[in-house]
């Protein structure tokens, strides 16, 4: 895909988690995250992450009062590449992010978008398997999910 893709520090972890950080490979070729992710991440990235600084220090400072440093610098990131996509899970900084008109998606996103694209066969296998390993998902949403692509 030609779009940029920046992430948040709670997808790749998420993923990570489950081994399938990969999926973000698949569906994008590279992705950036700021050296804040990096640090939030912790582990040795592969070498389609690729880290970037955020130029505008103002910027993210400002974000910053109302969110972690990850989220806050992604989100600034974002800010300053045009056409780029924002992965981010948090409902606050998915909120502040669209109000300054970031297109974003989630985990959950980028795994029915995998789907959608056959790179996984059983979704909500998948997505059962990030929540039984941490990863907050409302059982409203869960329910929808399950409704829409569990077994027929």
């Known amino acids: 895909m030609d779009r940029i893709i920046i ?6 972890i998420a993923l990570s988690n489950i081994g399938m950080l990969h999926i973000i490979k698949d569906l994008y ?3 950036i995250i700021t ?5 939030e991440f912790g582990e040795i990235l592969p070498d389609w992450i ?4 955020v130029r505008d220090k103002l910027k993210q400072a400002d974000i910053e ?3 972690d440093k990850g989220e806050a610098s992604s989100i600034a990131l974002a800010l300053e590449i045009p056409n ?3 992965i981010i899970d948090e409902i606050k900084g998915r909120n502040i992010a669209k109000s300054v008109n970031i297109e974003i998606i989630g985990t959950i996103g ?8 056959g790179l996984i066969n059983d979704v909500v296998s998948v997505i059962l398997k990030l929540t039984n390993n941490g990863f907050r998902l409302s059982d409203k949403l869960l329910d929808k999910i ?5 077994r027929k």
């Open 7 to 12: 992430s948040d520090t709670s997808c790749l």
């Open 29 to 31: 070729d590279e992705i």
């Open 35 to 39: 050296s804040e992710v990096k640090a």
């Open 110 to 117: 980028i795994l029915l978008l995998a789907s959608k694209n």
């Open 84 to 86: 780029s996509i924002l």
């Open 50 to 53: 690729i880290v970037m600084q």
């Open 65 to 67: 009062k109302r969110l």
């Open 146 to 150: 399950i409704e829409k692509y569990g």
